[in-house]
Nanobody
């Protein structure tokens, strides 16, 4: 059974920082891509950042220069360092893991990030 455990969410003031973590277990397949998505009330779930096994990264325009995604392949863990946070970053953040085949697609439980003064 694949399990994803997220941590690191919370309340932070504008301009502050948070670091999200997502650790996977029970993954008896090659993880090709790890990523983060977010969803605010009344909005669709949008891509924030992704990273491949080789280290290639992709970011949404709204977070470029502020967020950094990284991973530890040996530990099946993905991180999201969030700096210079803005109120519009407030959302539930979900980690996502994918394999070569489309059936290997798993989601974390979500963690709340609130940016407010």
């Amino acid at each position: 059974q694949v399990q994803l455990v997220e941590s690191g969410g919370g309340l932070v003031q504008p301009g502050g920082s948070l670091r999200l973590s997502c650790a996977a277990s029970g993954t008896f397949f090659t993880i090709t891509t790890m990523g983060w998505f977010r969803q605010a009330p009344g909005r669709q779930r949008d891509l924030v950042a992704t990273i491949t096994r080789s280290g290639s990264t992709n970011y949404a325009d709204s977070v470029k220069g502020r967020f950094t995604i990284s991973r530890d392949n040996a530990k099946n863990t993905v991180y999201l360092q969030m700096n210079s946070l803005k109120p519009e970053d407030t959302a539930v953040y979900y980690c996502n893991l994918r394999g070569l085949q489309s059936k290997y697609n798993y989601w974390g439980q979500g963690t709340q990030v609130t940016v407010s003064s």
